[in-house]
């Protein structure tokens, strides 16, 4: 199995044990461009750090590696799901990135490598759709900004994305274009609303892929999927073509196998833009520099770890409770100063979101009215433009979209406003305040990044209520905008699924969030002799 | 229990413009109703001396110079349009006036 | 079509009631982009060409604001003579329309950036009267709807509608004044006149191209009647679609009278809004207003708030031209005009142009006669503003050609018409028309002049079939111009006269 670590040697990348299954494996002996003499590899195992060394060193091409991925997803993506659109130009754009390599042009160190977009970013070239009926087949005139940084840095777009539909939701269920499956077993949820980016990148389909967290829609799929997820500081990445779900909390970020690979995504997307108003100048570091200092240091000397009281609570699953605690174990017996804080306003962080998200959620999708893009149904017998909208929305929405927008309407209601969504506002300070004197006596801030393992697809969509409370652990950042990292804790003892370890630090403190992350994912991995992703059943593959 | 009725939400979903069906009123009503009834705690702690946060981040005063950048072409701005008459965007006919 | 509702006579219904009356006018900035988008504020051209993904409300597209159009604001708002608020926010308007790309208008709500002005507005007769504003907030622009079918291209009948976003987005500003008291029966005059002082003061700021008739300036009246000795407020109506200075006038006075005949027959006011007519007239039923009116307005997350420094404040109020009012006293002093003289020209809202004119080097006396005179004329029979037909500098050097007794008035006229013919400047007309010679019969006519006055029955005479009684004329002319006329063109010229 390849060792995510791999970047921490010369090519240990190259020195894996060939994958048994073979359908995206690849002989790259003798491969008289590159001249590569090290056996058999399956590229799709690889890091993208470490495929960034290999297409640095033009050991293997992007057209090579970009093929493998598109064979890994024919492979398994029947079954999986993650995908609703694959690119038909990533071989092109591959090559075109290979010839510039060649020419010697000096491209970043992601150049050449695949990724996947979720749904809710805006693409020139193909469909986006947020994971909406009402947006079917809508190819936008721009790309996101963060999709142009994405260009612009050569990687190679490989397709988009599944994810609840306009990332409301915590499983993918909600999904128009039917659920995503989660690698690890199929039978269960990749979590949401990124659950097609996160089931990609673990099942091997990806090496990156972006996200969007408005909740946690990043960091608890990473948890349910054994992958690392990253919701940067609001304001860090910019927002401009990202769909919104809930502008004052929705946040673009990293989806990827390991902190590193995270870190070097983040990089690219990373920074202003003067389109998104709400973008910081900062002069962010290398945020790649941070994890791989932290990677190499592989202690937490002199780091103090808070436990935020209220996000260990007796609820959740014991298996994730029992993994949190132990790594807490051995954090503070490599170094860590571990102290519990409270957050006492935390209680209210969930109600606060769930009257912020759809209030802003039902204005955010009233320009969906079938007159400038997306679908338009005609009521029987014809009607105003008025019967129209309204014919188009009823069928265009799914249920959770619906009922949040109707909630948010709600909450924005005369005479409902001041106790609704005024008094959420307040909560948000409330939050901020809590996280402000948490980090005067902390320097991270760690929680279970999802309460439970990945749950059985079925088994809460019809319980609204059940589902929100996913998001328990991963909300409060997003209220109060600060970052978090989602990244694999083990696998819970009753059910075999990975847990994920939550990190959040202040606000504009990325680095941190990378350099802890990354020792702390050392730790972890030395503990278990290998990484969490390897350990991943393998998929049924399809010819 | 929270008092939201079924003309609320009827109300709700006119404001909203979803033509929901009458199955899913009822639905969304006793749903909405347990909801409301759980995210309403948060008047308990929102008191007066605490300002509402709107931005998670703070700053102000985000301005873009007045220079003019790229337009879409007509064909692009169309594109994606359900309707069209070649240059203009076409709905039925409207019911209400202008606001 | 709308049809004329029963009135009651206009001095009755004040009379019997009070009127009251709110304006809220919208200014569209002359910036040089959108509120909210880099695309041209530009509306007239071929339909969806300037807009972004931002003014078309695309998924994904976000607002940023336009930093010129803040200063415009606030600007405006210190012209009002309102405060500026130290951090203003803005807020979304939710409703549908599909004018309005987003379904919702990005707006201000709670925190307009200006607000508590007052505006100095004068009646014709030189009363002045204080218009108190509420506030003045920033806004954005919608599309432009296009009803098809249906017998009148209005919105009731019509098949479809098409929709242009070409204005959507483009910088407004409202004026929202407080309740105005006390208008009594000068309320049309005063509506009038409190629009065309808002015009002036945008103006002079440059801000706005202020237009009625394009739209760049648009008035929502509100109007209600309170029965005399009764103290309380009665149900307004808010009539829109108002585009002239002289339907202000004539919209709020139908207003009144129709609300007082209503009244008077025991009948209750709808609060709705209500459109004018121009064609007829007359003001017809819109929307109700009512409490389902929620436009849910809450704190625009995409956008940050707009907290000007005192600095920025300060140096636009130093640069604030003069206001109206103090204007207006320091040129009617300057040009030593008549209270009436100095109303005419007010009233005329050709002030800037009679002032540039005397700039330019003419006497305001006769710069006032050839605006408000000549050039109105012409203005008002081709429906067009007079300041779009003819420059100051053109008018100043007619009326110098004129003092220089190259032109009388009678062929300064022709030169006129020539000017506004687009034939050139004055002395080009004076040139290309051949009219240069008519200068040296001016000279010749007013010796004639003082012939004739002499000699008043020599006309008669010729006409008469006398035509040697011309010769006395013909002598008299040679002797005053000391023989340098030319004595068979003075006959011409006496013989012509007499045939007139």
């Known amino acids: 199995m390849t060792d995510?670590?791999?970047?921490?040697?010369?090519?240990?990348?190259?020195?894996?044990?060939?994958?048994?299954?073979?359908?995206?494996?690849?002989?790259?002996?003798?491969?008289?461009?590159?001249?590569?003499?090290?056996?058999?590899?399956?590229?799709?195992?690889?890091?993208?750090?470490?495929?960034s060394e290999l297409l640095h060193a033009r050991e293997i091409s992007s057209v090579e590696v970009t093929r493998a991925h598109l064979d890994r997803i024919a492979a398994v993506d029947g079954d999986v799901h993650a995908f609703l659109h694959v690119s038909r130009d990533a071989i092109d754009t591959a090559e075109g990135v290979d010839v510039l390599r060649r020419s010697g042009d000096q491209l970043g160190p992601l150049a050449g490598i695949p990724i996947a977009i979720k749904d809710v970013l805006c693409t020139l070239d193909m469909p986006s759709t947020a994971g909406s009926r009402i947006l079917e087949g809508w190819i936008p005139p721009y790309d996101a900004t963060v999709v142009r940084k994405l260009r612009e840095a050569f990687l190679i777009p490989l397709g988009k994305t599944n994810m609840d539909e306009f990332a409301m939701g915590s499983s993918t269920e909600h999904s128009a274009f039917g659920p995503t499956h989660n690698p690890?077993?199929?039978?269960?949820?990749?979590?949401?609303?990124?659950?097609?980016?996160?089931?990609?990148?673990?099942?091997?389909?990806?090496?990156?892929?972006?996200?969007?967290?408005?909740?946690?829609?990043?960091?608890q799929p990473a948890a349910v999927t054994g992958s690392v997820g990253v919701k940067p500081t609001y304001g860090g990445v910019s927002r401009?073509?990202?769909?919104?779900?809930?502008?004052?909390?929705?946040?673009?970020?990293?989806?990827?196998?390991?902190?590193?690979?995270?870190?070097?995504?983040?990089?690219?997307?990373?920074?202003?833009?003067?389109?998104?108003?709400?973008?910081?100048?900062?002069?962010?570091p290398s945020f790649a520099a941070a994890a791989r200092a932290g990677q190499l240091k592989r202690n937490l000397n002199g780091v103090k770890v808070g436990v935020v009281k209220e996000?260990?609570?007796?609820?959740?699953?014991?298996?994730?409770?029992?993994?949190?605690?132990e790594t807490l174990d051995l954090l503070a017996s490599n170094g860590a100063e571990i102290i519990e804080v409270s957050a006492p306003n935390f209680e209210y962080a969930v109600a606060a979101y769930y009257l912020i998200l759809p209030a802003e959620a039902s204005s955010n999708l009233a320009k969906f009215d079938s007159v400038r893009f997306g679908l338009r149904v005609n009521p029987v017998g014809g009607g105003t433009v008025e019967d129209v909208m309204s014919a188009t929305r009823e069928a265009g929405f799914g249920d959770e979209v619906k009922r949040r927008v109707i909630l948010g309407t709600y909450a924005l209601s005369a005479g409902y406003y001041d106790a609704y969504y005024g008094s959420a506002q307040k909560v948000r300070t409330l939050i901020q305040r809590d996280f402000a004197a948490a980090f005067e006596q902390v320097d991270i801030l760690v929680s279970p990044a999802a309460p439970t393992t990945a749950f059985k697809i079925g088994e809460k969509v019809n319980d609204p209520l059940a589902m929100y409370l996913n998001d328990v652990t991963t909300i409060p950042a997003n209220l109060a905008g600060i970052p978090g990292m989602g990244l694999p804790m083990g696998l819970a003892p009753e059910d075999g699924l990975p847990t994920g370890l939550q990190i959040m630090a202040p606000a504009r403190a990325d680095a941190r969030l990378y350099e802890h992350g990354a020792a702390i994912e050392a730790l972890l991995e030395d503990s278990w002799g290998r990484t969490l992703i390897s350990q991943a059943p393998e998929l049924k593959v399809s010819k | 229990m929270s008092e939201i009725t079924t003309d609320q939400v009827a109300h709700l979903a006119n404001l909203a413009r979803i033509a929901l069906t009458p199955e899913e009123i009822d639905k969304l009503t006793g749903e909405l109703s347990v909801i409301i009834d759980s995210i309403a705690k948060v008047s308990q702690v929102a008191t007066a001396d605490v300002p509402a946060t709107s931005h998670p981040i703070p700053l102000t005063n985000v301005f873009r110079p007045d220079v003019i950048g790229d337009t879409l072409s007509q064909e692009e701005a169309l594109s994606g349009a359900p309707e069209h008459d070649g240059s203009r965007f076409k709905v039925s006919a409207i019911l209400g006036e202008e606001q | 079509m709308a049809q004329p509702a029963e009135l009651m006579d206009f001095d009755k219904a004040i009379e019997l009631f009070e009127p009251v009356l709110g304006f809220e006018v919208h200014v569209e900035l002359n910036t040089k982009t959108k509120m909210f988008s880099d695309a041209p504020n530009f509306f007239g051209g071929e339909p969806n060409t300037?807009?972004?993904?931002?003014?078309?409300?695309?998924?994904?597209s976000l607002p940023v604001v336009n930093e010129q159009a803040i200063k415009y604001s606030i600007s405006l708002g210190l012209a009002l003579g309102c405060e500026i608020r130290p951090s203003s926010r803005f807020a979304r308007k939710n409703y549908f329309y599909p004018d309005l790309a987003k379904n919702y208008q990005i707006s201000q709500y709670d925190e307009p950036i200006a607000f508590d002005g007052s505006v100095e507005v004068e009646l014709a007769d030189g009363r002045l009267f204080q218009i108190p504003i509420e506030r003045a907030h920033m806004e954005e622009d919608a599309g432009k709807l296009t009803h098809v079918g249906g017998a009148t291209g209005r919105i009731q009948g019509a098949e479809y509608s098409l929709v242009d976003y070409n204005r959507a987005g483009v910088p407004l500003v409202e004026i929202v004044t407080n309740i105005i008291y006390g208008a009594e029966r000068d309320a049309p005059e005063l509506a009038k006149a409190y629009v065309s002082t808002i015009r002036d003061i945008v103006r002079s700021l440059g801000i706005s191209d202020a237009k009625m008739e394009r739209g760049n300036l648009r008035c929502d009246a509100n109007i209600s009647l309170s029965p005399r000795g009764s103290g309380k407020l009665g149900t307004r109506t808010e009539t829109k679609n108002v585009n002239?200075?002289?339907?202000?006038?004539?919209?709020?006075?139908?207003?009144?009278?129709?609300?007082?005949?209503?009244?008077?027959?025991?009948?209750?006011?709808?609060?709705?809004?209500?459109?004018?007519?121009?064609?007829t007239g007359v003001t017809s039923a819109g929307r109700p207003k009512s409490d389902a009116d929620d436009y849910r307005y809450f704190p625009e997350p995409d956008l940050l708030p707009v907290a000007p420094s005192l600095e920025l404040i300060e140096e636009l109020r130093a640069a604030l031209p003069e206001a109206p009012a103090i204007r207006r006293r320091r040129l009617k002093e300057a040009w030593g005009f008549t209270d009436l003289e100095?109303?005419?020209?007010?009233?005329?809202?050709?002030?800037?142009?009679?002032?540039?004119?005397?700039?330019?080097?003419?006497?305001?006396?006769?710069?006032?006669?050839w605006w408000t005179g000549e050039i109105a004329r012409l203005a008002n029979a081709a429906s067009v503003d007079a300041s779009s037909l003819v420059s100051p500098a053109d008018v100043a050097e007619l009326i110098g050609l004129i003092e220089s007794g190259e032109l009388t008035d009678r062929l300064a006229r022709q030169v006129l018409e020539g000017v506004v013919a687009g034939e050139g400047s004055p002395s080009a007309v004076v040139q290309s028309r051949g009219l240069a010679v008519v200068s040296d019969d001016g000279a010749l006519i007013a010796a004639i002049d003082d012939a004739l006055a002499a000699q008043p029955d020599v006309l008669d005479k010729i006409r008469d079939g006398k035509v040697q009684a011309a010769g006395a004329?013909?002598?008299?002319?040679?002797?005053?111009?000391?023989?340098?006329?030319?004595?068979?063109?003075?006959?011409?010229?006496?013989?012509?006269?007499?045939?007139?």
């Open chain 3, 473 to 500: 004329v013909i002598g008299a002319v040679m002797k005053a111009m000391k023989g340098t006329a030319d004595a068979a063109r003075v006959r011409e010229l006496v013989l012509e006269r007499a045939q007139q």
């Open chain 3, 50 to 60: 300037n807009v972004t993904p931002v003014d078309l409300g695309l998924p994904g």
């Open chain 3, 342 to 369: 100095f109303q005419d020209v007010a009233n005329s809202g050709l002030l800037v142009e009679i002032e540039e004119t005397a700039a330019a080097g003419a006497s305001a006396a006769q710069a006032r006669k």
């Open chain 3, 244 to 279: 002239s200075l002289r339907s202000v006038e004539r919209a709020i006075r139908y207003e009144i009278q129709r609300q007082a005949a209503i009244l008077a027959a025991g009948g209750t006011i709808i609060q709705e809004t209500r459109h004018w007519h121009e064609d």
């Open chain 1, 311 to 325: 996000l260990d609570a007796p609820g959740f699953q014991a298996g994730v409770h029992q993994r949190f605690h």
């Open chain 1, 240 to 284: 401009y073509g990202a769909i919104a779900l809930a502008s004052s909390l929705d946040q673009v970020g990293p989806v990827a196998r390991t902190v590193i690979d995270a870190a070097l995504l983040h990089d690219v997307i990373g920074g202003h833009d003067p389109r998104d108003s709400t973008s910081l100048r900062d002069a962010w």
């Open chain 1, 4 to 51: 995510a670590r791999s970047s921490r040697g010369p090519r240990h990348a190259a020195e894996t044990t060939p994958d048994s299954r073979g359908a995206t494996d690849r002989d790259l002996t003798g491969t008289a461009d590159y001249g590569h003499q090290t056996g058999t590899v399956d590229l799709t195992r690889l890091s993208a750090a470490s495929l």
């Open chain 1, 184 to 219: 690890w077993d199929l039978d269960r949820i990749p979590g949401g609303s990124g659950g097609g980016s996160a089931a990609a990148v673990a099942a091997f389909e990806s090496p990156l892929a972006l996200g969007s967290d408005t909740g946690g829609s990043i960091r």
